[in-house]
């Protein structure tokens, strides 16, 4: 069920009527949040419901077991680690090993029949709950806290709708005592939950799938044309219209989680004003790179921070692991590989630590270096193939230009959108003066009401074409 | 300040309320008609009740009216913007016609974008929830009142010309008309047609696959017809150039296959509002002159 569906405004509705009745019992509020965020799976998934409730509880028997039987715990968390990856590997990655069997078997002319491929098809947000769920199993071995016994409980973190299907992935030790009493909902709490929601929908209605018939169009051709300057103009778009998309889920994720009393955390942070590629992924997926962060980089890096040698194979482990969680094909690792690229030369030449440390304008020079660089992934990241990938490369720095006001005049809302989410981010990071601040706050007081009752109506009126939310594909 | 707080949400639903009530009334260029997603609806709940279906992308949906060919037969048109000869669509609109009519006819709208691979599967059936055709089949008033507003037209507003841009009403029958001001800057440029027919080529395996059908629905008795829809001089030359598509050797490879190719004998006669769809009162002169060729009008 998609944020910006009608149904899920009926859905959230009728959650929200019965919701008052159960909030304040422990036990009803989480068979409340369990049975609700299975019909919410449900919706399109029904056929997958059963592996987000096995795999669940797997790790919820696993934990339980760590609990019981320190001495084997180790035994158990193999267990939990072994269910999840499998079920991920399983439904994510086999079809694309079967592929490169294929591939290789094809080349080496073997001669054998080519094996068939699974296609079990690819269940919703299952990349997010089996991390959340090996979060759970992993927190517990470490003695972060201790496993809960009762399984509703453990379905409620596991399976709550607001984030099940895109994020932000919540770490068990932080979250789950979050469910052990009813947070009360103050008039801020409300407003604050509002705000996030509005400018979520807005950010995927309006911004993300307006531009995307753009970018769609550009990489729905199965050979590449267009001239450099169009194919720069669609990387803009794209990122805008991935950017918009999944934070747009997230903000609306986190706005529904504040109406029922619960915090998730904050998933992106203007990340395209990033002056480095190292602070770029401090402020993009940001759940997902603190996952990475404390459940592969640290581990691989171990203990001693100075062994850089050690650092760069966890970071190009890390970001490998990004690649494949994203997708099973060539072209994420090729995304993954040209992080890595750019990330290496950064820490080689330290030369925008540099800018940033001279002063506010080349802080400014770092962050348009950081954009240049971190921009051309997008076509790793959106393109269907690795051909279609390197054509659309080469066309980046082809040099062949045509003029971008030309472009523009063809697709002004598209420029309009892209200069409005740079722009906004650009007066984020501007470094307002305290007196003009505390006025604005002031000011926004009276005139939020009407500024959210304008996003809204635009985000239902001006919709645009697009479908369903990116990031349920991973 | 505290009751600052708690009057907010008030003003938000007051002043949400009357804004989009204020946008659902005035806005002053609509889509007109019954929704496109409504419209969608309709046609993939059709089984089995026509005499006639045409078939084909939104050439063939704009500029073959059902209700200029015919008062007394069925006729249905099953053809959707952006579409091509995919397996599924063509069994799709095979079994719209009834089996037991008198005569059954079906109705090949081509477009070299028709034989193309440019979808990955045929939208309006694809991926359609439960949920989405039961809220277009019973609540469509309700939904139609926020049908989306166009960037288009939205722009137009914008640049003080709510006139300027297309309009597009779509019907019960599955057809729909459309027509544009497009002012003093004269009908957009064709390049676009260029560069996206550029990254398409005609798929010869769907090509067979469209001939096969045509020989299968001869085959059970059923007459088909194709005709090449009229487009402008320009971008009948696009589809030349760029897909070397001969309206001559595919009509051949169609009377081969045992359909009748109908020939439109001058297609500069009908004139399109964005090169690709006739005006209205152009599209119901072309139907009704089609609708002769195949007998299928009122004696």
Redesign the interface.
């Known amino acids: 069920m998609d944020f910006n569906s009608?149904?899920f405004v009926g859905f959230i509705a009728a959650f929200f009527l019965l919701w008052p009745l159960v909030r304040k019992n422990n036990t009803a509020r989480w068979t409340y949040l369990t049975l609700a965020s299975l019909v919410f799976y449900s919706?399109?998934y029904l056929r997958f419901v059963w592996l987000l409730l096995l795999t669940g509880l797997i790790d919820y028997l696993a934990s339980i077991a760590m609990d019981r039987y320190p001495q084997r715990k180790k035994l158990f968390l193999w267990l939990s680690l072994g269910s999840n990856l499998g079920v991920l590997a399983l439904f994510k990655y086999v079809d694309f090993i079967i592929f490169n069997v294929n591939e290789l078997m094809h080349w080496s002319s073997a001669g054998s029949e080519p094996f068939p491929y699974l296609r079990l098809g690819l269940p919703l947000g299952i990349s997010f709950y089996t991390f959340e769920s090996m979060s759970y199993s992993i927190d517990v071995y470490r003695g972060r806290f201790k496993p809960t016994y009762n399984i509703l409980k453990f379905y409620a973190f596991l399976a709550l709708f607001p984030r099940l299907a895109a994020g932000p992935i919540v770490r068990a030790s932080t979250f789950v005592p979050q469910l052990d009493r009813y947070n009360p909902i103050t008039?801020?709490k409300?407003?604050n939950g509002?705000r996030l929601i509005v400018y979520g929908l807005f950010k995927k209605a309006v911004l993300a799938d307006?531009v995307s018939g753009l970018v769609d169009?550009a990489f729905?051709?199965?050979?590449?044309?267009?001239s450099m300057t169009y194919w720069w103009f669609v990387l803009l778009c794209f990122g805008v219209q991935i950017y918009c998309d999944f934070s747009g889920y997230s903000d609306i994720g986190r706005g529904i989680g504040k109406w029922m009393g619960l915090e998730f955390p904050q998933n992106f942070n203007h990340p395209y004003f990033s002056e480095t590629t190292t602070r770029y992924w401090q402020r993009w997926h940001m759940s997902l790179m603190a996952w990475l962060r404390d459940y592969v980089y640290y581990p691989v890096a171990g203990k001693d921070f100075r062994n850089k040698r050690r650092a760069n194979i966890a970071m190009m482990v890390t970001l490998l692991a990004s690649g494949f969680w994203h997708g099973a094909a060539w072209n994420y690792l090729m995304w993954a590989g040209w992080f890595a690229a750019i990330m290496w030369y950064e820490r080689l030449t330290g030369f925008q630590d540099r800018l940033i440390r001279r002063g506010e304008a080349t802080r400014f020079v770092a962050m348009a270096i950081s954009f240049v660089l971190i921009a051309p992934s997008g076509i790793f990241f959106r393109a269907s193939s690795v051909t279609q990938a390197l054509q659309a490369f080469g066309r980046l720095y082809s040099f062949d230009i045509t003029s971008p006001i030309e472009i523009v005049k063809?697709h002004?809302?598209e420029a309009g959108a892209v200069v409005f989410v740079h722009a906004r981010s650009f007066w984020f990071h501007l470094k307002i003066p305290p007196k003009f601040n505390r006025m604005r706050r002031r000011m926004k007081?009276?005139t939020?009401?009407?500024e959210?009752?304008?996003l809204?109506?635009m985000a239902?009126?001006?919709?645009?074409?697009g479908h369903g939310f990116v990031y349920f594909v991973f | 300040m505290k009751k600052l707080r708690i009057t907010r949400p008030v003003i938000l639903a007051l002043a949400t309320a009357l804004s989009m009530a204020l946008m659902a009334r005035f806005w002053p260029h609509k889509i007109t008609g019954m929704p496109e997603e409504r419209w969608n609806q309709i046609k993939s709940d059709w089984h089995h009740d026509a005499d006639v279906v045409i078939l084909g992308d939104s050439r063939s949906a704009s500029d073959l009216l059902p209700r200029e060919m015919s008062s007394t037969l069925r006729i249905a048109n099953f053809a959707f913007p952006g579409n091509a000869y995919l397996d599924d669509y063509l069994s799709r609109g095979l079994a719209i016609l009834d089996p037991s009519a008198k005569r059954r006819v079906l109705i090949i709208g081509m477009s070299s974008k028709t034989l193309t691979r440019s979808l990955e599967g045929w939208p309006p059936v694809a991926a359609r929830s439960w949920s989405e055709v039961w809220k277009w089949r019973h609540l469509p008033e309700l939904l139609g009142v926020f049908a989306r507003i166009t960037k288009w037209e939205l722009v137009n507003t914008l640049r003080g010309k709510p006139e300027l841009g297309t309009w597009r009403e779509f019907r019960a029958d599955g057809s729909f008309v459309g027509g544009a001001v497009w002012g003093n800057a004269g009908m957009p440029p064709v390049e676009g047609a260029r560069s996206y027919l550029a990254g398409h080529a005609i798929d010869e395996a769907i090509v067979a696959e469209l001939m096969r059908t045509v020989a299968k629905a001869r085959a059970d008795g059923i007459e088909v017809y194709g005709v090449r829809l009229p487009s402008s001089t320009a971008v009948d030359a696009i589809e030349e150039e760029v897909h070397h598509f001969s309206e001559a050797d595919f009509a051949d490879k169609f009377r081969g296959a045992g359909g009748t190719w109908i020939t439109v004998p001058d297609r500069t006669d009908y004139q399109t509002y964005d090169h690709s769809h006739l005006i209205q009162p152009d599209a119901e002169r072309f139907s009704r002159w089609f609708a002769e060729q195949l007998r299928l009008r009122d004696p």
């Open positions: 009608v149904e919706w399109g008039p801020l409300w407003w509002t307006q169009e729905s051709a199965t050979t590449v044309s267009g063809g002004v809302f007081l009276y939020e009401p009407y959210l009752a304008a809204l109506t239902v009126f001006l919709r645009g074409p």
